[in-house]
């Protein structure tokens, strides 16, 4: 059974620094594209990063420069090291895994950034 589980999430202010990370089990990880959606409050979920299996990295434009993906396949972990973070980042993120028929996503994890 496919798991994605988020943690790093927290309060932080403006200007400050966060790393998510998202650890996977089942079996999706290895071969798969990973990545990081978020969701604010009234708006629709919305892609952050993605990384492919072979390191390949994608980035909305609202983050690029202040936000880098990576992942750890010893590990069967992805990472979101956020940087220079804004209150408009404030969210909950999601992880995602694309599988060979459905995507996996996880339950999220909240970020707040004060300003």
């Known amino acids: 059974q496919v798991q994605l589980v988020e943690s790093g999430g927290g309060l932080v202010q403006a200007g400050g620094s966060l790393r998510l990370s998202c650890a996977t089990s089942g079996g999706i990880f290895s071969l798969n594209a990973m990545g990081w959606y978020r969701q604010a409050p009234g708006k629709q979920r919305e892609l952050v990063a993605t990384?492919?299996?072979?390191?390949?990295?994608n980035y909305a434009d609202s983050v690029k420069g202040r936000f880098a993906i990576s992942r750890d396949n010893a590990k069967n972990t992805v990472y979101l090291q956020m940087n220079s973070l804004k209150p408009e980042d404030t969210a909950v993120y999601y992880c995602r895994a694309v599988g060979s028929t459905m995507y996996y996503w996880g339950q999220g994890t909240q970020v707040t950034v004060s300003s």
């Open positions: 990384i492919t299996s072979g390191g390949r990295t």
